[in-house]
């Protein structure tokens, strides 16, 4: 071995006994601490409020929240942002007694002041090093902002877009949006907390928020058991497992008891089980919440409710700090409750090197440069590029995608086709300062000989029809229109449920307009999560969707028409045909009358007025270049519990651009004791190829790629046969095979 490895070695042995140092000094340190605090202090630091208050216009609360800091009442606050705000509030809390320096948390979704697309957008990607870099980039900016702690990764599973906080999340599969809670804790965390370019990450909602019952935010979930552990819970415990440094749970009843309430969730998987070291956040308001939920009589047992199931930090209830010490003095709750609440609190701010240095995060240089860093909006280009989607191009071989640079003429319609606000999506903390470019602007900018010309057709919403009259003009007199439309920012988000997910306004009479000229149409659509466009799906020629891509959407959308980026995403959610299908998800169960022909559905588990297919399927995506799989083959057709094997099959590039394929591997297993999807994602591989070039690409399966949580919620594989699927979308299997999982000896 030598030197080089030979210290390498040693250092990865000894970082295990250096993180155990590390926390027994903080144990340790915390320990003395709370010593020293009185049960009022230590409520304090269970109360976590929002600096409106403290950094907004002057209210009548103003005086008293300022006192309360002073006295150590006030353990966290969010929306307090920027260097000179947060060194300022900080500096009220150094007045208490003890000297406990705030927490300030922010809800950094997809960007701080760089805007990335929004989080389902990105999860178009496939690509968990774009994504971390994304994070990463934001936790940068928010941590040279003063801010410790970012209430993202939302990692709920949602399978139904009515639901507006979709867009916050990865999608609908439990295997992707694994890798992604990942990507993207890692991203905010970086190396280490503590370190000035990270902040702290929240994996939210706990639990089950994106399975709310008819897509309304806030409504009630209810589910077996088994659902909930092989579809709901994999993220948390990925991001957890990836060290999530807290949790947060969700607004949601599940099974009846609100998520902020429920002991099993809480205590019995994330804190016993699981073994988490973190704390959990409330989510705002939601302890109160539980009292018309009809759970709590009153604020005081909702309190009490809250912290003995395990939810640490109250957000904005003011809860805690109004009735615990009251609780904890009449025996309500114990002691040892309320120490362990607060030690996990304290612990994270000994960890962030708060009592060392409370200002580290705030200064002003730092913040200066870092939000002006040049290489953020390349990086938010890049991402963007890689998640927009090719649903369609052309037909019978004629391709209109990407567009020639040549002397042509480019009619620009639309109402979104120079909107800028539009193309940031929900939760945009600090992207309103910083230049937005449009899709105009992007065609513009990049369009060579071409003539480009604009007309917007309508307002943003579409409201009325007074400009079509302009916009088939102007289409009229070009080669080929690209037509930008979609959903509006303020449409898709936290309590931005729709019962109808079409286009809204008059879009679809526009493009029915646009489609009489005989004009080529490339519809570019912006969204946060799938729409219903059944027309525009079966008559335009062309039809990127962007989502909301963020500050360099136009320059992305751009490269990507004129084919300076051939496209690679796929969508990481099914496309619903209409709101009656939702919720849709292509790992269904068979059930014992499944559909075999569309033509014969008569006596069968599906509808009458309708296909039973979705719109686009999840893991659908095209690109510039034709990928063949070629030469499956399986290391062994037997595999015992303790062995594994390799599947291996040729991917060759037979079109004529480079380009990047993103291989997906999905199995069924055929008989079990529980009934198994008829499709699962098991893996999934980003492969780049060069116009001819083939490799060869490979998976592994073993008896965890095989597992599930059986009705006993026992985790494992059961004896039996599997098939075996590679392909470029859940609905289109290139290659099958088979394997069988012998029963152990």
């Given at each position: ?9 040693l250092?990865a ?5 250096l993180?155990h140092?590390q ?21 304090g ?23 309360d ?20 509030i900080?500096?009220?809390a ?46 940068r ?5 003063g ?7 939302m990692?709920?599973?949602?399978r ?6 979709v867009?916050?999340g990865?999608?609908?599969d439990?295997?992707?949006?694994s890798?992604?809670a990942?990507?993207?804790?890692h ?11 990270s ?6 909602h ?23 552990f092989e ?10 497992d990836a ?5 947060m ?14 002991v ?45 199931a ?10 805690h700090?109004k009735?615990l010490?009251?609780a ?40 200066k ?7 953020h ?6 991402v963007?590029?890689k ?10 071989g004629?391709?209109p ?18 909107a800028?606000?539009?193309l ?64 509006t ?6 309590a931005k ?10 879009q679809?009479q526009?493009f ?12 570019v ?9 059944n ?7 062309a039809?990127?969707y ?17 084919g ?8 990481p ?7 009656g ?12 009358r499944?559909v ?6 008569v ?20 690109s ?6 070629s030469?499956?083959?399986?290391s ?13 099959f ?22 079990a ?8 994602l ?15 690409v ?10 599930f ?15 075996l ?5 859940s609905?289109?299997?290139r ?5 069988k ?5």
């Amino acid at each position: 071995m030598t030197m080089k490895k030979t210290t390498l070695a040693l250092a990865a042995a000894l970082l295990p006994l250096l993180a155990h140092a590390q926390d027994a000094q903080i144990e340790s340190k915390v320990a003395a601490l709370m010593k020293q605090m009185t049960v009022a202090e230590k409520v304090g630091q269970l109360h976590q409020i929002s600096g409106r208050l403290v950094t907004g216009p002057t209210s009548s609360d103003y005086a008293a929240t300022l006192a309360d800091i002073r006295l150590g009442k006030v353990g966290s606050m969010l929306n307090v942002k920027g260097v000179a705000d947060t060194r300022a509030i900080q500096a009220l809390a150094l007045q208490s007694r003890l000297h406990i320096p705030l927490l300030f948390g922010q809800d950094v979704i997809h960007g701080y002041r760089t805007v990335f697309p929004v989080p389902l957008g990105e999860s178009a990607s496939w690509d968990m090093e774009a994504i971390e870099q994304s994070a990463h980039i934001a936790a940068r900016e928010a941590a040279a902002a003063g801010i410790h702690w970012t209430f993202a990764p939302m990692v709920d599973v949602a399978r139904d877009p009515r639901w507006g906080r979709v867009m916050e999340g990865a999608g609908e599969d439990a295997f992707l949006g694994s890798a992604i809670a990942r990507a993207r804790v890692h991203g905010f965390q970086g190396k280490q907390l503590g370190a000035t370019d990270s902040v702290m990450a929240t994996a939210k909602h706990f639990a089950a928020y994106g399975a709310a019952v008819a897509g309304r935010d806030y409504n009630a979930v209810d589910m077996s058991n088994q659902q909930l552990f092989e579809v709901y819970l994999p993220p948390f415990k990925a991001a957890l497992d990836a060290g999530a440094a807290t949790f947060m749970n969700s607004f949601n009843t599940l099974n009846g008891i609100p998520a902020t309430a429920n002991v099993f969730l809480q205590r019995d998987i994330l804190k016993n089980s699981w073994n988490f070291k973190g704390f959990v956040v409330s989510d705002w308001g939601s302890v109160r919440e539980m009292v018309p939920h009809g759970y709590a009589s009153d604020l005081a047992d909702a309190s009490v409710k809250a912290i003995n199931a395990g939810s640490d930090m109250d957000m904005e209830s003011y809860a805690h700090i109004k009735h615990l010490e009251d609780a904890v003095k009449s025996g309500k709750v114990n002691m040892k409750t309320l120490d362990d609440a607060v030690r996990r609190i304290l612990y994270k701010k000994f960890e962030l090197g708060l009592f060392d240095d409370p200002y580290r995060y705030s200064v002003a240089s730092r913040e200066k440069a870092v939000l002006a860093d040049p290489s953020h909006r390349a990086a938010a280009l890049d991402v963007a590029q890689k998640s927009l989607v090719l649903l369609k191009n052309g037909a019978a071989g004629a391709k209109p995608l990407p567009l020639s640079r040549a002397a042509q003429k480019i009619a620009v319609i639309g109402p979104l086709a120079d909107a800028r606000r539009d193309l940031e999506g929900g939760w945009v903390v600090e992207g309103d300062r910083a230049p937005v470019v449009s899709i105009l602007e992007g065609i513009r900018s990049h369009a060579g000989k071409a003539e480009v010309s604009y007309a917007p057709a309508c307002d943003n919403h579409c409201s009325g029809t007074e400009g079509f009259a302009e916009a088939v003009a102007t289409a009229s007199k070009a080669d080929v229109v690209v037509l930008a439309v979609g959903e509006t920012w303020d449409l898709s988000g936290e309590a931005k449920s729709r019962t109808d997910i079409t286009l809204p306004g008059h879009q679809e009479q526009l493009f029915a307009a646009l489609k009489a000229t005989g004009k080529p149409i490339v519809v570019v659509m912006l969204a946060g999560r799938p729409l219903v466009f059944n027309t525009i799906a079966e008559q335009a020629d062309a039809i990127v969707y962007a989502w909301f891509p963020g500050s360099e959407g136009g320059n992305a959308v751009a490269n990507v028409l004129f084919g300076d980026y051939n496209p690679s995403a796929k969508l990481p959610i099914t496309f619903p045909r209409s709101v009656g299908q939702i919720p849709l998800s292509y790992a269904q169960y068979n059930t014992g009358r499944p559909v075999t022909d569309e033509k014969n559905v008569v006596y069968k588990s599906a509808y009458i007025d309708s296909v039973n297919t979705p719109r686009y399927a999840f893991g659908h995506g095209l690109s510039y270049t034709d990928f063949k799989y070629s030469g499956l083959t399986i290391s062994g057709k037997e595999m015992s519990p303790s062995q594994q094997v390799t599947l291996s099959f040729d991917l060759a590039n037979t079109g004529k651009a480079e380009g990047t394929e993103i291989v997906q591997l999905y199995l069924r297993d055929m008989v079990a004791s529980v009934v198994r999807p008829v499709k699962e994602l098991k893996g999934f591989q980003k492969i780049h190829l060069q116009v001819g070039e083939q490799r060869r690409v490979s998976f592994t399966i073993d008896r965890e790629l095989l597992s599930f949580f059986n009705s006993q919620l026992v985790w494992g594989a059961e004896a039996g046969d599997f098939k075996l699927m590679v392909g470029s979308a859940s609905d289109d299997s290139r290659l099958e095979g088979a394997l069988k999982l012998l029963p152990p000896k």
